[in-house]
């Protein structure tokens, strides 16, 4: 369980960063507000299945342990 926590914070953590970065190239007036929003919903979604397949993962492992 640790370990399926400690890469759910890693995945939180990039989202993070990707929207910094995304924030930074709206301030730079390289990306417009509407394609900041795009970007940051792009990035959710891909977080959100990333966190959907570690939990797919760890009840996997849960299931294959408790069975031995």
């Not at 390289?30 to 939990?55: F, G």
Request: proline share 0%; aromatic share 2%; glycine share 0%.
């Amino acid at each position: 369980k640790k370990m399926a926590e400690d890469a759910k914070v890693s995945v939180r953590n990039t989202r993070k960063d990707a929207n910094k970065k995304v924030a930074a190239l709206v301030k730079e007036e390289d990306l417009s507000e509407d394609e900041q929003k795009r970007a940051e919903a792009q990035i959710q979604k891909l977080t959100d299945d990333y966190v959907a397949k570690i939990d797919q993962v760890l009840v996997k492992k849960q299931d294959e342990i408790m069975t031995i």
